[in-house]
């Protein structure tokens, strides 16, 4: 059983900021009370990032930050379809098998790809932190690898 390397992200947490563009969209297209009644969700997004990008070894809180994080940007592109073009954050991934080449698109698509592919990744890690050596342990094996 080999597991899935993870994809790292080529900046920080802190580098990448949803909050201001997020908020900069949503003032001009529905207005500013709008948008300021929103704050607390954009530094929200901005928390679930952190979150996500942390995870570098399988738990259930990592997994679950992740799991999170792809839900709120699923959720971001739904209620703001004009987003890709109006908000130019450009998210930063290295390869998972290539570490070496990296590439930065400004997409809530492309970012989102990424954080679901690193949960199926940690739950791979997990799988082969399992001890495998009993029934029981080779079935959450099993289970972690069908997740």
Do not use: I
């Not at 597991?3 to 001009?28: M, Q």
């Not at 690193?118 to 495998?132: I, K, Q, V």
């Amino acid at each position: 059983m080999l597991p899935v390397p993870l994809k790292k992200p080529t900046t920080t947490a802190s580098d990448v900021e949803l909050g201001p563009p997020l908020f900069r969209l949503v003032e001009r297209t529905v207005g500013e009370s709008e948008a300021f009644r929103h704050t607390d969700d954009f530094s929200a997004l901005d928390s679930l990032r952190a979150a996500a990008v942390r995870a570098e070894a399988f738990s259930e809180a990592g997994v679950a930050a992740a799991a999170n994080y792809a839900a709120a940007l699923m959720a971001a592109e739904r209620r703001l379809p004009d987003a890709q073009e109006d908000v130019a954050v450009p998210f930063g991934w290295h390869d998972a098998f290539k570490p070496a080449s990296s590439a930065a698109v400004a997409a809530l698509g492309y970012e989102r790809a990424a954080v679901v592919f690193n949960c199926g990744a940690l739950y791979s890690l997990g799988a082969c932190t399992c001890d495998r050596s009993d029934g029981e342990g080779l079935k959450v094996a099993c289970r972690r690898f069908q997740l």
